[in-house]
């Protein structure tokens, strides 16, 4: 396996385990916070699948953007199903991106975001990208606890 094949499936595995913990989570939970100022279990997967979209501007653009128009801001979340069909195509094309780059890609393509305070390999890019949406996994699970939830079974 090369590199660019382990970072798509921990991408897919990262994902895979999200769909998990999402599923899992009743309807009328999705507006749950565990306190004013977090975010509610459906903010959180919104900003999951929105930072993705996001991001996968910023590698197509080497670099932050100066201007983004989430495709998000306009919609209603109302179902779980609903808001990941409407994903869907954003984390093809973003998949498609990852599976287009070489291994000489991971070092030499350079993603300036010095106005967050970095300028990184695209390979440390990638795996920033994955890494966000494992921790905000680790929180939503938190959530659940914190709500009384059963939490599934995400080691298997």
Same mark, same amino acid.
């Given at each position: 396996m090369n590199a660019i094949e382990a970072i798509v499936q921990n991408l897919n595995e990262i994902r895979r385990r999200s769909m998990i913990i999402w599923g899992s989570i009743p309807h009328e939970f999705l507006d749950w916070r565990p306190d004013s100022e977090a975010m509610s279990i459906k903010e959180m997967i919104r900003h999951v699948l929105d930072s993705e979209h996001y991001y996968h501007l910023a590698l197509l653009n080497e670099g932050s953007l100066t201007a983004y128009e989430s495709p998000y801001e306009a919609r209603t979340f109302t179902t779980l199903q609903e808001e990941l069909n409407f994903s869907e195509t954003y984390r093809n094309e973003f998949m498609d991106t =990852?599976?287009? %780059?070489?291994?000489? /890609?991971?070092?030499? !393509?350079? !993603? /300036?975001?010095? /106005? =967050?305070? %970095? !300028?990184r390999s695209l390979g440390d890019m990638l795996l920033r990208i994955a890494y966000h949406e494992a921790v905000h996994s680790g929180q939503l699970l938190d959530y659940l606890r914190l709500a009384g939830l059963k939490r599934p079974k995400v080691w298997d």
């Open positions: =990852v599976k287009s %780059y070489t291994q000489e /890609d991971l070092t030499r !393509i350079q !993603i /300036d975001r010095k /106005d =967050v305070g %970095y !300028i």
